[in-house]
């Protein structure tokens, strides 16, 4: 019953700036955590960013500094902001929820993934 729509990948320049968004719907008694990951050519998927149900936040440490994961419950949407981008940023990224439903039962969920690819 639930999916994560995510969009603003793109191409940009080193340096420049990107605002991912994953916006959650569906039915959702609450959620538990939210992470952003990514995934490169012929590398494994790798946790980029998470955020939790006490607000805290835990980044992988290339991104430390550049990105900032941030949420906001009123539009159900999780958002990756993404500063100085560097060539090395380039992969696919993917939205996670965990999630609980209206019965007390737990799921992941995935979004489709958006490209990002930054040029040098």
């Known amino acids: 019953q639930v999916q994560l729509v995510e969009s603003g990948g793109g191409l940009v320049q080193a340096g420049g700036s990107l605002r991912l968004s994953c916006v959650g719907s569906?039915?959702?008694?609450?959620?538990?955590?939210m992470d952003w990951y990514r995934q490169a050519p012929g590398k494994q998927r790798e946790l980029v960013a998470g955020?939790?149900?006490?607000?805290?936040?835990k980044y992988v440490d290339s991104v430390k500094g550049r990105f900032t994961i941030s949420r906001d419950n009123a539009k159900n949407t999780v958002y990756l902001q993404m500063n100085n981008l560097k060539p090395e940023d380039t992969a696919v990224y993917y939205c996670?929820?965990?999630?609980?439903?209206?019965?007390?039962?737990?799921?992941?969920?995935w979004g489709q993934g958006t490209q990002v690819t930054v040029s040098s």
């Open positions: 996670y929820a965990d999630v609980v439903d209206h019965t007390g039962r737990a799921y992941d969920y």
């Open positions: 569906g039915t959702i008694f609450s959620v538990n955590e």
């Open positions: 955020i939790y149900s006490d607000s805290s936040t």
